[in-house]
């Protein structure tokens, strides 16, 4: 059975490969990982298309297949092998051993088809069997370069796969305001904060900023320019030497932020200043924000892997904090606020740093539609005005 293999490198993040049954590179899945590699996908992405193509090539070891003799009906039994966690009455249990949402499905294959995409784009004729070219019909829409598609074609997959859109998970105001209250407090009658304002600091930096976790992981204090007259802001900055491999997703960004949060950081600042950090972090200026207060190694970057196992302990005390919830869930929170207060759809997919305005239709548009269907709900009060014709008539 095929399997993901972690490999260390001496310089960068570690990275992932496919082996068989037999323990040996899978080299055309290889060639294809080595190729996300060389176009800067981030690592944790080819770890995710990495484990899709270990689930494939070990559908087609238990079916003594090659991966240049398929047809499509072999991807519907693999995707609904992958959705039940089987590959069939008498064939070997795919790794995934239990059901799966249709969302988990479609990225599976969205990695296998990019596989076969590259090979195809590469000559492999089985793989370019597997696409088709079309040329849109005539119509009075004409998109951005519809002429050298309608002379050329596009080029699509064959495959279709419908998945039904799950509802994007957010968190109420009273949840991230009791979450922040857990953690730290403002204690007037000795002047001092109680709590860990570390982590305070970093709940209310997601919901104010809608950043992703690596991203807030990789904000230095060089990044985090406070207010001198003007509106504080954090440079999000593109890195390649975090020592825990977080990075950007998408290039450098600026994210305006309120007072309230600039005073959170300063406040933030001086305690670890009191606590006698600045004399133990060499350089502060290229130090992390966000670190280790309680533990060795003191003033290392927090991992997201600490974040992770704080959160889970949160929810075993009880907090009011949804079991599936994750740090992305602030992300989504952000967003949908901002839809909610009407801020145009492309400022929106610039504050959250997404390449295209799409992944933002996509991701949230579900949010502005159903505000302006639920406007409808009181459809009479539009109607109240109208009259009839017979009405007018003299």
């Not at 799966?100 to 793989?127: I, K, L, P, Q």
């Not at 504080?232 to 975090?242: C, I, M, S």
């Not at 929106?348 to 502005?368: A, E, P």
Request: net charge positive; charged share 20%.
């Amino acid at each position: 059975m095929a399997d993901t293999q972690r490999v260390t490198v001496a310089i960068g993040p570690p990275t992932w490969t496919v082996v068989d049954q037999r323990y040996t590179i899978v080299e055309p899945v290889e060639v294809f990982l080595e190729f996300l590699r060389q176009s800067d996908y981030s690592h944790n992405t080819v770890k995710s298309y990495a484990r899709a193509l270990a689930l494939w090539w070990s559908f087609l070891e238990g079916r003594d297949g090659s991966w240049q003799q398929v047809h499509l009906r072999d991807f519907g039994s693999f995707m609904q092998a992958v959705r039940a966690g089987t590959v069939g009455v008498g064939v070997t249990a795919l790794p995934e051993v239990t059901a799966v949402s249709d969302a988990t499905v479609a990225v599976r294959m969205r990695a296998v088809m990019s596989f076969y995409r590259f090979h195809a784009a590469n000559g492999v004729e089985v793989a370019a069997a597997l696409y088709e070219k079309v040329r849109a019909p005539g119509s009075a829409y004409l998109p951005f370069l519809e002429h050298i598609a309608r002379r050329e074609g596009r080029t699509v997959s064959r495959l279709r796969l419908r998945t039904t859109r799950s509802e994007t998970p957010i968190l109420l105001p009273s949840q991230i305001t009791g979450l922040m209250e857990h953690e730290a407090v403002w204690d007037p009658s000795t002047a001092t904060w109680l709590g860990d304002l570390r982590y305070r600091l970093f709940w209310a930096f997601l919901a104010e900023t809608g950043a992703r976790l690596g991203e807030t992981l990789s904000v230095r204090h060089c990044d985090w320019v406070t207010s001198r007259g003007g509106t504080p802001f954090v440079r999000l900055t593109p890195t390649d030497n975090h020592p825990h491999h977080h990075r950007l997703k998408t290039g450098a960004r600026k994210v305006f932020i309120s007072t309230r949060l600039d005073r959170l950081y300063g406040e933030f600042v001086w305690a670890l200043c009191e606590a006698g950090a600045e004399s133990r972090i060499p350089d502060w200026d290229n130090g992390y924000v966000f670190v280790n207060t309680l533990r060795e190694p003191l003033y290392a970057p927090l991992r997201s892997e600490s974040v992770y196992a704080h959160l889970r302990s949160l929810k075993r005390r009880g907090l009011d904090l949804p079991q599936r919830m994750t740090p992305h869930w602030f992300r989504h929170t952000h967003a949908t606020a901002l839809l909610l207060a009407d801020v145009p759809l492309h400022v929106v997919s610039r504050r959250l740093g997404h390449r295209d305005v799409q992944t933002t239709i996509n991701t949230y548009g579900h949010v502005t539609e159903d505000a302006e269907l639920a406007s409808l709900a009181n459809w009479q009060d539009f109607t109240r005005g109208w009259v009839s014709s017979a009405e007018l008539a003299p």
